[in-house]
Each structure stands twice: as structure tokens, then as C-alpha cells.
């Protein structure tokens, strides 16, 4: 199975921003769309977003007004942009593939990255 990749992360002020992307997994059987998770040491990992095949998305609360999913499917790869971004933003941020149905988001689990560090300073 194909793992998907992420790239994109980095140290930014508190205001700046950032786009991660995720490349891949590509047409996979059961699959339908690209979820992007954080992480901060102690804590669970949290949803922050997802976008299906068909464009559909569904953004956690705490980043809807700030955070953007977009897909470019001639590319097979997914971009999460991060606006206005704070210190408590601060995470390791993972791509997966799984499926979205109406608002919810089912992560597939064998389709975890390997993360990628988005840290902001105050």
C-alpha cells in the first residue's frame, strides 16, 4: 500500500502562513478522500480537515475561517493552507487517506504519513 507524502511545513510567525501538501496514495479501493490531521506531544491526534474526490470538504471548527483544503487531481495532490496562523496552531501535522460520507471523515488507517512540523512562533 501506498502511503501518502507530506511536505510543506516550517517555523512561521504568529499572522504568517503556510501550505502543506499531501501527494498520493492515488485510486485506491475503498478511498475517496484526503483528511489532514494534527498532533501535539500528550494529546490526541485531532482532525482538522478533509476533502473527498469530489471536492466536497469538512473543516474542523477551530480552523474553518483560517485553514483551506484544496485538491489538484491532474496531480494526485492534496494542499492545505494555513492562514493566520497562531502558537497554539503549533503540531505535527499527518496526511491519510480515507473516506468521507456527508460531514464525516473515517481515516484510513494503513494511509497514515509520516507527519511534517508546522511550528509558530509569538
Known amino acids: 500500500q501506498v502511503r501518502p507524502v507530506e511536505s510543506g511545513g516550517g517555523s512561521v510567525q504568529a499572522g504568517g502562513s503556510l501550505r502543506l501538501s499531501c501527494a498520493g496514495p492515488?485510486?485506491?479501493?475503498?478511498?475517496?478522500?484526503i483528511g489532514w490531521y494534527r498532533q501535539v506531544p500528550g494529546k490526541q491526534r485531532e482532525f482538522v480537515a478533509a476533502?473527498?474526490?469530489?471536492?466536497?470538504?469538512k473543516y474542523s471548527d477551530s480552523v474553518k475561517d483560517r485553514f483551506a483544503i484544496s485538491r489538484d487531481n491532474a496531480n494526485n495532490t492534496v494542499y492545505l493552507q494555513l492562514n493566520m496562523l497562531k502558537p497554539e496552531d503549533t503540531a505535527v501535522f499527518y496526511c491519510n487517506a480515507g473516506y468521507l460520507r456527508g460531514f464525516t471523515y473515517s481515516p484510513g488507517e494503513a494511509f497514515w504519513g509520516q507527519g511534517t512540523q508546522v511550528t509558530v512562533s509569538s
Open positions: 476533502i473527498s474526490n469530489a471536492g466536497n470538504t
Open positions: 492515488g485510486r485506491t479501493l475503498g478511498i475517496n478522500a
